[in-house]
Nanobody, 124 residues
Framework: QVQLVESGGGLVQAGGSLRLSCAASGRTFNDYYMGWFRQAPGKERVFLAT????????YYADSVKGRFTISRDNAKNTMYLQMNSLKPEDTAVYYCAACLRSGNCLWANHYQYWGQGTQVTVSS
């Protein structure tokens, strides 16, 4: 069974940094994009960034461009989200997910597999 497990969340002050990890298992991901999403209380889950597993091509939401960096280590079956210059509005549960590259992987409903989420809280 495919499993995605996020880690690295926590409490950080505004302006600080966190690095999230997503450990993937259960299959090969050569035909997938891997993405990061977040969901704040009472709001919808929104796209942050995605990366092709094989080629490393990346796409970012405007809200995180220049602050967040997505990357992956294929040998470790792990992807990362480096988050810098954090703001209180970044507070949310962060999810990793996998999307077949034949779909439109900028949209949440094209992702087949999801992790359980990790909480990120940014204090003012």
């Amino acid at each position: 069974q495919v499993q995605l497990v996020e880690s690295g969340g926590g409490l950080v002050q505004a302006g600080g940094s966190l690095r999230l990890s997503c450990a993937a298992s259960g299959r090969t991901f050569n035909d997938y994009y891997m993405g990061w999403f977040r969901q704040a209380p009472g709001k919808e889950r929104v796209f942050l960034a995605t990366i092709s597993w094989s080629g490393g091509r990346t796409y970012y939401a405007d809200s995180v461009k220049g602050r967040f960096t997505i990357s992956r280590d294929n040998a470790k079956n792990t992807m990362y989200l480096q988050m810098n210059s954090l703001k209180p509005e970044d507070t949310a549960v962060y999810y990793c997910a996998a999307c077949l590259r034949s779909g439109n992987c900028l949209w949440a409903n094209h992702y087949q597999y999801w992790g359980q989420g990790t909480q990120v809280t940014v204090s003012s």
